[in-house]
């Protein structure tokens, strides 16, 4: 007889973090997914006017449980929402009268993704740290597209495919959720897609290319915001000085007087030669005048990064610059919680706009859920001691390294060459005053004064560990996938009133430290910094490979027949086509 295994989790296995995250966790389930309010926001909101076969409340609960489903058997959001409606304990119906309540409870859906998204941002930020703790906020606008079915071309018209959904967003490190999210085709350029009527003063803005608008770059600049931004490779913006590693001063301009541009200064050599440029240049738009900026080139794997920005360079260097763009990786990772957690790209079986939208707006409330859980594990980390230091994807620069490492610099300043000594080192320019406006330029908002941020004072290394070292949104949405039975049960004992729900939040809790704990996933777990130094070489080789010309179809050559299994070696010559004659 085959001995009796224990199961994964037991009650002697839970530990005292899992007892002290079950609460949040229970509390969290409550506060989002409680049927009988759902149903009266519904009653409300006249999305419901009757009482019919399904429960209006459990069914938005099960649009939001079922974006943590995992598995291969999974046959659309549709039909996946309405099984799990079914696990939930819900009366059974016919599956076009599930369609009809989906469509109704519309309106539903927007008003819970406005309460979650009011109630995050109303707590306090967290507190920035490192070069980022000069900024009230740092905010990162991107967008994110996905594929439909061509059935929806006509209302949301892609690039390369027939149909394609977008989302555009701006991402608050400070807050760790987004501040705007809005929607349209795959076809519109993420520049349109986001605001240019309000810009938060004192914040830091990071954009990459498809953002660039020298209009956009004034009009924040002189609001009082901070931005930086890569600069096009085409961009010849006019030179007016050149810093070198000292801090000297050299003046560029033509023998004749007239300004020199960024590609004639670096041809002739007007600038320093050496590695890393430090420039002071002049942008001009229509309608905004002139606004002096920087622009300094860090290079990375033999490539030159050029960086177009506002900070200034008695508090930041140009390594500085480069690092804190690195911060831009946030977004990205937000978007891939959205994708790898909450299914919010498996809409391509959707084929109306409206069950598009319950569907992106049920992946959405999942994420919310999400993150809550994986604040309030951030916030238990953060009392518990650590041996480690917590690898966390909301973002602070430098990250604190261990002991051992946190004397080692990460960008040394290139060493002085001959040509750099050359002119005699001037002493590091004070800050400027600005130029009085003219009376075409618009008056500039005062900027807040930026102050290096102190050292952190020297804290010792504690040798207990009681919080797992990694903790992330994906992998905590993970882990609440893998729990998706035990989340079913959670709601049903908590629909219930059952006293039972506190252990199912347990096990929940227990599964997501486990996850955290779990070092096989290290490559979806990594900082921000070493997910972008990490791919951007990968980046940069499937460039090169996109250059080599490949072969003509007609060329190409099939693979050979393999047979698997059974049969003889003289019937593996059927597996080919006869070849068609010319």
Known sequence: MPRLRQGL??????????????????????????????????EDLRAVQRRS????????????????ERGTDTEGRQLDAHRTYDQLGGRQGKDTAWRDLSLKLLPVFRELLSRATRRWLARAPAALR????????????????FKLA??????????????????????????????RLATSGGAVHDSDGMPDDEWQAGALYLWDLGFNDYERFIRAARAGAHIIQRLKDKANPVVVASYGPTGARRAIVAADGTPVRLDDACALGMVHQREVLDLDIELTAPGQGKLPTRVVCVPCNGIERWYLTTLPREIF??????????????????????????????VRRLKTPDALEVAVLASLLASMLSHEVHDALDRLGADAPVALPPISDEAAFPPELPASTASEPSLPDPPTTPSETEHAPEPRPAARAPAEPTPSEPTATPRAPLQRPPPAPPTATPTVLDAPPVRTRFAVGLQLGRMFP???????????????????????????????????????????????????????????????????????????????YGGSKKSAGNLTAPSTPR
């Open 9 to 42: 989790i037991s009650p002697a296995m839970v530990s005292p973090l899992a007892d002290r995250l079950a609460p949040h966790i229970d509390s969290a389930f409550r506060a989002m997914l409680d049927p009988d309010l759902i149903q009266a926001i519904a």
């Open 130 to 145: 490192g070069r980022l703790a000069a900024f009230t906020d740092v905010l990162i606008p991107d967008g994110c597209a």
């Open 150 to 179: 061509n059935a929806l071309s006509g209302v949301y018209k892609g690039t390369g495919t027939a149909s394609e959904f977008k989302l555009h967003a701006i991402y608050s490190v400070g807050h760790g959720s987004l501040t």
């Open 317 to 346: 260097t140009a390594h500085d610059v480069a690092e804190i763009y690195r911060v831009r990786w946030e977004v990205e990772l937000y978007f891939r919680h959205w994708r790898g957690a909450t299914r919010l790209d498996e």
């Open 486 to 564: 035990t989340l079913l049960a959670l709601l049903r004992e908590q629909y219930g009133r059952d006293p039972a729900a506190i252990q199912s939040a347990r096990k929940i809790a227990q599964a997501v430290i486990d996850g955290a704990n779990d070092r096989s996933r290290d490559r979806h777990l990594r900082p921000v910094i070493d997910q972008q130094q990490r791919t951007e070489p990968l980046q940069h080789t499937r460039r090169r490979r996109r250059l080599v010309p490949k072969a003509p179809r007609k060329l190409r050559r099939a693979p050979p027949p393999k047979l698997l």
């Open 53 to 68: 076969v399904y429960h209006a409340g459990l069914a938005v609960c099960a649009w939001v449980l079922s974006a943590f």
